[in-house]
């Protein structure tokens, strides 16, 4: 889990508090829609690790004088037991998976305090997002294939087991240490194969695909497949597309090429395939993008049956 500068918030954990009587808290480093992000020191490893708290805005609010969580409003119990059950859930799928390089290290998740942990990997290095700003705004596109192409085979793995992010952007794309490129914040990522979902909306100007503006919008594969195609124009153009529901109304989606970008026409046909407003015009998988995108076969990318789109 990567830090970041949002500061601290008010009901975060006291720093120096033993949580699980194990890991010995530190300063927040950011506070999300669904939960605070602590930087800790994990005393059995010896380690710094990060370590997400469910706490949803709105939803929770820290019992005075303790470090237990209540609820908001007591109406909102199912909602937020129900929220609580899909966090875990996707915590086991990520462990189990957490052998994975692309992704952030998941070590550990546990319930205390009435809410539920989630014990990260400490990255250091920089988002994409700081990257492109340092290099003057955008990407020459073999610098943007180089950074992407591990994102995609994280993405397709992330598939097979049933995972899709819903949140990729550059914000959310970390580049450790100038080598490594890894997937993080999970917050939003849903098991759609197991029709577990989470309801929480999040939503990035551009990068967002029209079905997550609804609940009743269609997801899976190919709503990651449209954020990793608005994360690639960033990097090739300097800004992301127009948002979703604009495009939907009236598409004014301008081709890389006739922003003076040098990409070649079988690439940018795919990308803006990858773009399409209307799910069933995408890519139906990871594998397929790759194929025309890079111009080669992605080992291991049939998809299976549960990740069929629906027509």
Same mark, same amino acid.
């Given at each position: 889990?990567?830090?970041?500068?949002?500061?601290?918030?008010?009901?975060?954990?006291?720093?120096?508090?033993?949580?699980?009587?194990?890991?010995?808290?530190?300063?927040?480093?950011?506070?999300?829609?669904?939960?605070?992000?602590?930087?800790?020191?994990?005393?059995?490893?010896?380690?710094?690790?990060?370590?997400?708290?469910?706490?949803?805005?709105?939803?929770?609010?820290? *019992?005075?004088?303790?470090?237990?969580?209540? #609820?908001? @409003?007591?109406?909102? =119990?199912?909602?937020? &037991?129900?929220?609580? %059950?899909?966090?875990?859930?996707?915590?086991?799928?990520?462990?189990?998976?957490?052998h994975m390089d692309g992704i952030v290290g998941i070590y550990n998740y546990f319930l205390t305090n009435n809410t539920a942990?989630?014990?990260?990997?400490?990255?250091?290095?920089?988002?994409?997002?700081?990257?492109?700003?340092?290099?003057?705004?955008?990407?020459?596109?073999?610098?943007?294939?180089?950074?992407?192409?591990?994102?995609?085979?994280?993405?397709?793995?992330?598939?097979?087991?049933?995972?899709?992010?819903?949140?990729?952007?550059?914000?959310?794309?970390? *580049?450790?240490?100038?080598?490594?490129?890894? #997937?993080? @914040?999970?917050?939003? =990522?849903?098991?759609? &194969?197991?029709?577990? %979902?989470?309801?929480?909306?999040?939503?990035?100007?551009?990068?967002?695909?029209?079905?997550?503006y609804s609940q009743s919008g269609v997801q899976g594969p190919w709503t990651d497949i449209y954020q990793i195609g608005a994360?690639?124009?960033?990097?090739?153009?300097?800004?992301?597309?127009?948002?979703?529901?604009?495009?939907?109304?009236?598409?004014?989606?301008?081709?890389?090429?006739?922003?003076?970008?040098?990409?070649?026409?079988?690439?940018?046909?795919?990308?803006?395939?990858?773009?399409?407003?209307?799910?069933?015009?995408?890519?139906?998988?990871?594998?397929?993008?790759?194929?025309?995108?890079?111009?080669?076969?992605?080992?291991?990318?049939?998809?299976?049956?549960?990740?069929?789109?629906?027509?």
């Amino acid at each position: 889990m990567r830090a970041d500068d949002t500061g601290t918030h008010e009901q975060a954990l006291p720093p120096r508090y033993l949580l699980a009587g194990r890991y010995l808290m530190g300063a927040p480093l950011g506070r999300g829609g669904f939960g605070i992000t602590y930087k800790a020191y994990d005393m059995l490893t010896s380690t710094v690790v990060a370590i997400k708290e469910f706490f949803p805005k709105g939803f929770a609010r820290r *019992i005075p004088h303790s470090c237990a969580v209540d #609820l908001s @409003d007591p109406n909102t =119990a199912k909602t937020f &037991n129900y929220w609580l %059950s899909a966090f875990t859930q996707e915590a086991k799928v990520l462990t189990s998976i957490k052998h994975m390089d692309g992704i952030v290290g998941i070590y550990n998740y546990f319930l205390t305090n009435n809410t539920a942990y989630i014990v990260l990997e400490f990255l250091t290095g920089m988002s994409l997002h700081r990257f492109i700003n340092g290099r003057g705004g955008k990407l020459h596109l073999q610098e943007t294939l180089n950074i992407m192409r591990p994102v995609l085979e994280t993405l397709l793995l992330l598939h097979q087991h049933g995972v899709i992010h819903k949140d990729i952007s550059p914000e959310n794309i970390q *580049i450790v240490n100038n080598r490594t490129i890894k #997937l993080i @914040d999970f917050g939003a =990522a849903s098991i759609y &194969n197991q029709n577990v %979902s989470k309801p929480f909306f999040v939503l990035k100007k551009g990068y967002s695909p029209l079905e997550l503006y609804s609940q009743s919008g269609v997801q899976g594969p190919w709503t990651d497949i449209y954020q990793i195609g608005a994360t690639i124009y960033k990097c090739l153009v300097g800004s992301p597309p127009p948002e979703a529901t604009e495009r939907y109304k009236h598409d004014k989606l301008v081709p890389p090429s006739a922003l003076g970008v040098t990409i070649q026409p079988v690439r940018e046909k795919s990308l803006l395939k990858a773009l399409a407003v209307n799910y069933k015009d995408r890519y139906s998988n990871i594998g397929a993008f790759q194929q025309m995108f890079y111009g080669e076969f992605m080992p291991n990318s049939q998809m299976r049956p549960v990740a069929n789109r629906p027509d």
